[in-house]
C-alpha cells in the first residue's frame, strides 16, 4: 500500500519519472507493436516522405521517437530529408548519425529546444494516447477524479473534478446520462499537449495517429490499459507496464481528422500482391514485394491499424493541401 494519487500524476511518474518504464532499455517496441516498426514502419515511413513532399516539408520530426525505428526506415527511404527523433532517452546508440535527437521531458512536457519549425512534417505515432489524464468516476451523479495506489492499483473515489477538467467534461463527455461506476477519461492534458506541439511550429503541418474515440463511441468504461511484454496486465502505475488510454480526437484543434487507412491510401499505401508471374522472374522482387502487400495491409486493417485516427493541423500555410 502506498499513499493514493490523482491517476494523471501516478500514471506520470509510472511511465516518465526516474524509473519509468518508457526509460528502460528494451522500450516500447521490447513490449508491443506498432505502426511504426518493423516491415509496417517501412511502409509508413515511404508515405510519411511522400506527405512531407506534399507539404513542402523538407524535415520530420518524430516525437515520441521510441528508438528511432520510423526514423531508421525513413532515413534508408528518403536520404534527403532532415530527421530529428524526440523521446525520454538518451540518443539510441544504433540511430544512423545524421538523425538529430531531443530528449523530453515525456507525457505533456515537451523539450524546450524543439521551437520554431519551419518546413516540416511532425509526426507523432501513438503518442497522445500515452500523454497521462485526468481519469474519472461517475459517484452519486457527479464525476470525482479517481485516485490509484501505485503500488496496488487500487482505486478511491477523489475529490470532484477541478474546474478545467469539469469544463472539458461538460463539453466533451458530459456524465449527466451515465450511471454510477461510469469511466471518463479527460482529454484536457492530451489537448493542452497538442497545442504545444502545434504551437512549436512556425510553418509546416502536424500530424498525430493514435487510437481514438469521438462523442458518438466514447467507451462506456473508459480505455485505459496496460501492456507488459505484449501482454495485457492489470492497470498498476508501478512503472512496469505500459499505461494507456485512448484519445477523445474530437476534442483536439484539428484541420482534418480521417481514418489512418484512408490517410495511408490517400498517399498511395495500396495492398494489391504482386503477380504470381513475378515469382519465377524476380523471385527476390516477388518475396519483398509480397511483403510490403502484406505490411500494407496491416496498416490499412480497420480493425488495427487503419482504424486508428489521423488527426492533422497545418501550420503558417493558406489551406490543408488533400
Ligand atoms: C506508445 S510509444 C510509441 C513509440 C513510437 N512512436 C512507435 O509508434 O513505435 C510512446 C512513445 O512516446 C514517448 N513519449 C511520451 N511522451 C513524450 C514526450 N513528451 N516527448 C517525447 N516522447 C514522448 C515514450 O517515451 C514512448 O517512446
Do not use: K
Not at 519551419?118 to 497521462?132: F, H, I, K, Q, S
Not at 479527460?186 to 474515440?213: E, F, K, N, P, S
Not at 495492398?271 to 510490403?292: F, I, K
Request: with cysteine.
Amino acid at each position: 500500500m502506498a499513499e493514493p494519487l490523482p491517476w494523471r500524476d501516478a500514471w506520470h511518474v509510472a511511465l516518465y519519472g526516474p524509473e519509468g518504464f518508457y526509460r528502460a532499455a528494451d522500450g516500447p517496441a521490447g513490449h508491443f507493436a506498432t505502426a511504426a516498426q518493423g516491415p509496417l514502419g517501412e511502409v509508413l515511413a515511404e508515405a510519411l516522405g511522400g506527405l512531407a513532399d506534399r507539404e513542402g516539408a523538407v524535415h520530420v520530426v518524430d516525437v515520441g521517437a521510441g528508438r528511432g525505428e520510423l526514423l531508421t526506415a525513413l532515413r534508408a527511404a528518403r536520404p534527403d530529408l532532415g530527421l530529428t527523433g524526440v523521446d525520454v532517452v538518451e540518443r539510441p546508440g544504433a540511430l544512423p548519425d545524421d538523425i538529430a535527437w531531443l530528449r523530453s521531458p515525456g507525457g505533456a512536457g515537451l523539450p524546450g529546444a524543439l521551437t520554431d519549425l519551419e518546413d516540416v512534417l511532425v509526426v507523432a505515432n501513438e503518442w497522445l494516447d500515452v500523454v497521462p489524464c485526468t481519469v474519472a468516476r461517475v459517484e452519486g451523479g457527479r464525476l470525482v477524479a479517481l485516485l490509484v495506489d501505485p503500488v496496488t492499483g487500487a482505486e478511491t473515489p477523489g475529490p470532484p473534478l477541478g474546474a478545467d477538467d469539469a469544463a472539458w467534461c461538460a463539453a466533451h463527455w458530459p456524465a449527466d446520462d451515465l450511471p454510477d461506476g461510469a469511466r471518463v477519461e479527460v482529454g484536457l492534458a492530451r489537448d493542452r499537449a497538442w497545442d504545444d506541439l502545434v504551437g512549436r511550429v512556425r510553418r509546416g503541418t502536424v500530424v498525430a495517429a493514435d487510437y481514438g474515440h469521438t462523442r458518438g463511441n466514447r467507451p462506456p468504461g473508459g480505455s485505459l490499459v496496460a501492456y507488459r511484454a505484449g501482454t495485457l496486465v492489470d492497470p498498476v502505475p508501478d512503472g512496469g507496464c505500459d499505461l494507456t488510454a485512448h484519445v477523445a480526437v474530437d476534442s483536439l484543434t484539428a484541420d482534418t481528422v480521417t481514418t489512418q487507412a484512408d490517410a495511408l491510401r490517400g498517399l498511395g499505401v495500396d495492398a494489391a500482391r504482386p503477380s504470381v508471374e513475378d515469382a519465377r522472374t524476380d523471385p527476390a522482387g516477388y518475396l519483398a514485394a509480397l511483403s510490403r502487400a502484406s505490411a500494407a495491409a496491416s496498416l490499412l486493417d480497420p480493425r488495427g491499424f487503419g482504424g486508428f485516427a489521423w488527426v492533422a493541423r497545418r501550420v503558417g500555410a493558406a489551406d490543408w493541401r488533400t
